[in-house]
Nanobody, 122 residues
Framework: QVQLVESGGGLVQAGDSLRLSCAHSGRTFSMYAMGWFRQAPGKEREFVATITRNGANTYYASHVKGRFTISRDNAKNTVYLQMNSLKPEDTAVYSC???????????????WGQGTQVTVSS
């Protein structure tokens, strides 16, 4: 069974940066594509970024492209989301997910973390 644990969230001001981490349990991390999603209060969960199993390819939602960077360290079983130039509209619970393919679709991911809150004040 795969377990994912996010960390790194918090309260920051607009323009600040945060780096989220997602630790994957077990020995199969490199077999999974990893994604980051977020859900703001009263809104649907939305795609943020994804990375292929070997880290060679990444994809971003248009509203974070150029500000956020997804990366992974397969030796540490961890995926990261570096978030720069944060905006109040980035406020949400951020969750990581593991799946077979690096897609934007939540249904394609098999395992999910509990999420970490990111709050950006203006």
């Amino acid at each position: 069974q795969v377990q994912l644990v996010e960390s790194g969230g918090g309260l920051v001001q607009a323009g600040d940066s945060l780096r989220l981490s997602c630790a994957h349990s077990g020995r199969t991390f490199s077999m999974y594509a990893m994604g980051w999603f977020r859900q703001a209060p009263g809104k649907e969960r939305e795609f943020v970024a994804t990375i292929t199993r070997n880290g060679a390819n990444t994809y971003y939602a248009s509203h974070v492209k150029g500000r956020f960077t997804i990366s992974r360290d397969n030796a540490k079983n961890t995926v990261y989301l570096q978030m720069n130039s944060l905006k109040p509209e980035d406020t949400a619970v951020y969750s990581c997910a593991a799946g077979r393919l690096a897609t934007t679709t939540t249904a394609e991911y098999d395992y999910w973390g509990q999420g970490t809150q990111v709050t950006v004040s203006s």
